[in-house]
């Protein structure tokens, strides 16, 4: 393995666009021999991952078309991380100059938005990196040469696109590559912190810098519906069920309703029959209320149509609840939902920029 990381070091400072015979052997050491080795420790990394065998996967890439400044070869779990552009995953990443070589814990850099994957905002990404390291902390400990960033000298907007992916990362310089032996047991070492970022992922709805699921189930649906066929790419999922859904609402109805009680309103819930939630009286004055509540930092929440036009009638004797962070616990059965901070805006203008079309109804004239 060490060889193999040489030679591609080697043939990075040969590098050109075109698939030339450099090139092209770089192609088949960073698809074929890296990921051949590491397929050798596939049980390994299983049992450091703590995921079934057969859900390892490994894959390398040297560009699409014209050939990459910066090649990689990773490993993931293929039911998490289908794709490199999203998830969490360890990588080989060569540096454009072919100085060195990390073993990154890093992560996609785009996300699955109005049916098609979007580039992360850098500060999103920020966020993920901030979530991930306090659950590896303690397993990080032990090694005194991660590295919180890597620089890639890639001068490509895809390249310095992983920098700010990166969770932690072992460097390798050109000059001074260990043999396999130690190659291997970083590959297990990393595999292990993998492992830790898997188990806290699924024991989260939200990761800060995320997509709010609500959005995610929104937009996937809308695909599904208009029969895409990239709408199951990307291995979102419906995370929500419909009595999770249902104590979320309950969850932030209430702490709604106490809300506008503690002002004085007369609050009657309406959300079983009408366009909105709440419907408050205080004297000669009244209020139509659109209640949201969610597991994420509320930062996008999901309207209908029907809800945005009568807000719009409504205003200004209108307001938006959204209740976000709300903690929902799926250890008992059923689901129950605890928490949240409320936030409110009244009166409550929406403004067509502050709002993302998901899908559109086209009358086909047929």
């Known amino acids: ?44 990394l299983a ?32 039911s998490r991380t289908p794709s490199a552009t999203n998830g969490w995953y360890i990588v080989y990443l060569f540096s454009g100059d072919g100085k060195r070589v990390y073993l990154s814990l890093n992560q996609g850099t785009t996300e699955w938005s109005g049916g098609e994957f979007k580039a992360r905002e850098l500060a999103d990404l920020k966020k993920r990196v901030d979530w991930a390291r306090p659950r590896i902390d303690q397993a990080a400990d032990k090694r005194s040469d991660l ?3 890597i620089h890639l000298s890639s001068g490509t907007k895809l390249g310095k696109g992983y920098e700010p992916g990166n969770v932690v990362a072992i460097e390798y310089q050109r000059d001074a590559i260990p043999n396999s032996d130690v190659l291997s047991e970083d590959l297990l070492f ?12 699924e024991a989260t709805l939200y990761i800060p810098g995320d997509l709010p699921v609500e959005v995610r189930e929104a937009t996937q649906s809308a695909a599904t519906t208009a029969n895409r066929r990239s709408a199951r790419k990307g291995g979102q999922g419906f ?3 419909a009595a999770e859904r249902g104590a979320i609402e309950k969850r932030s109805v209430l702490l709604a309703a106490e809300h506008f009680k503690a002002q004085g309103w007369t609050v009657k ?21 659109e209640v949201k509540g969610t597991t994420s930092d509320g930062s996008q929440v999901i309207l209908t149509r029907a809800e945005v036009e009568w807000q719009r ?13 709300i903690k929902l616990d799926r250890t008992v059965e059923p689901a129950t939902a605890t928490g949240g901070v409320l936030h409110c805006t009244s009166p409550w203008t929406i403004e067509d ?6 899908s559109y109804i086209h009358r086909t004239g047929l």
């Open 1 to 44: 393995m060490d060889e193999l990381l040489s030679e591609v070091l080697d043939l990075q400072q040969l590098w050109q666009a075109e698939n030339t015979d450099p090139m092209k052997r770089r192609g088949v050491v960073v698809r074929t021999d890296i990921r051949d080795w590491l397929r050798e420790h596939a049980e390994d």
């Open 47 to 78: 049992i450091a991952m703590e995921i079934p065998l057969d859900d390892v996967g490994v894959e390398g890439s040297d560009g699409a078309g014209q050939k990459a400044v910066v090649a990689w070869t990773r490993v993931y779990s293929k």
């Open 147 to 149: 590295l919180p960033s």
């Open 190 to 201: 990393m595999a292990r912190l993998l492992g830790r970022i898997y188990k806290a992922a």
């Open 239 to 241: 995370l929500l069920t």
């Open 269 to 289: 819930d309406v959300g079983a029959t009408k366009s909105y939630d709440l419907e408050l009286k205080r004297g000669d004055e009244k209020l139509h209320v």
């Open 313 to 325: 009638k409504f205003a200004p004797d209108n307001a938006l609840v959204v209740v976000h962070s």
């Open 353 to 358: 920029e502050s709002l993302t079309v998901i």
